[in-house]
């Protein structure tokens, strides 16, 4: 498969090696010194391209990524606000566009494991919820997407909540995201429940960004060929 690289982070390099090392070639390297080679013949030629740059731009990249017609796969998190606006623009315009707030495998099954444990729960209202994720200090979004995807796991399935706020509750029917920022910690979730009597704790603790860049190569090779908005729940069958 022929790759393009939007973003040559932390991410983009980890990428770049396990797509290598599976075979493919990467035809174009766009950062933030040569944006405009989105228009390049390379970057056209490419089958999709991968994303994972920072929040403030990357909307603007993928709507120049759309323009060129490449498939897009991106991780990047924290621009939210701005979902109802791209998923019009793949629907009306068939694009191709594969997002997900955490490309692990270990994630995706805590995902699973969130959404059951929370329906258990909703039977149990006198257990206190609470969220906790830890990410190195050079995360620009909090709460991570990723909390933020086991915040709404929790929304849908537990009635007494309805929505999600940062770091303080106000009343009962919010869930607070507490974020820390510390270290080179590459991603923590933990998520409690508190009674008078006891504490069930689940935790995912990432040990690097290899499983999250696999995901996304593995992402990459599932989108070649496919048509409108995909995620994780497309990809894997659990
Ligand atoms: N979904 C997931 O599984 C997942 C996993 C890990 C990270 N993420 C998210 O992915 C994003 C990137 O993470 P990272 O750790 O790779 O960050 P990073 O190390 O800061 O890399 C971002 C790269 O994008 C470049 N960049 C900035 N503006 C750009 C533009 N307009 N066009 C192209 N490239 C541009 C940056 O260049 P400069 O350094 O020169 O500014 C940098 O090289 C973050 O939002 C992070 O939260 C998601």
Avoid at 66 to 82: D, E, R
């Amino acid at each position: 498969m022929r790759i393009a690289l939007i973003g040559y982070g932390k991410m983009g390099k980890e990428i770049e090696q396990i797509a290598l090392s599976r075979g493919h070639k990467i035809v174009s390297i766009i950062d933030i010194n040569n944006i405009d080679d989105i228009d390049s013949e390379e970057f056209r030629s490419a089958d999709v391209a991968i994303e994972f740059t920072s929040p403030a731009v990357a909307v603007d990249n993928y709507k120049r990524c759309f323009k060129s017609g490449v498939a897009l796969v991106s991780g990047t998190t924290g621009w939210n606000s701005q979902w109802d606006e791209i998923k019009t623009i793949v629907e009306k315009e068939g694009k191709t566009f594969f997002w997900a707030s955490n490309f692990s495998l270990g994630v995706n099954i805590f995902f699973a494991l969130n959404r059951y444990l929370a329906r258990i729960m909703n039977h149990f209202p006198e257990y206190n919820i609470s969220m906790t994720e830890v990410h190195h200090t050079q995360k620009l979004d909090a709460p991570s997407g990723t909390a933020i995807t086991l915040a709404e796991g929790i929304l849908e399935n537990v009635e007494h909540k309805d929505k999600w706020v940062k770091e303080v509750e106000e009343s009962a029917n919010e869930l607070a995201i507490h974020s820390i920022r510390e270290g080179a910690v590459p991603g923590i979730h933990i998520i409690n429940y508190e009674s008078e009597a006891d504490t069930i704790t689940i935790k995912h603790d990432a040990k690097n960004r290899r499983g999250l860049a696999m995901g996304a190569v593995l992402a990459a090779e599932f989108t070649c060929g496919k048509k409108g908005l995909l995620g994780m729940k497309d990809m894997l069958t659990f």
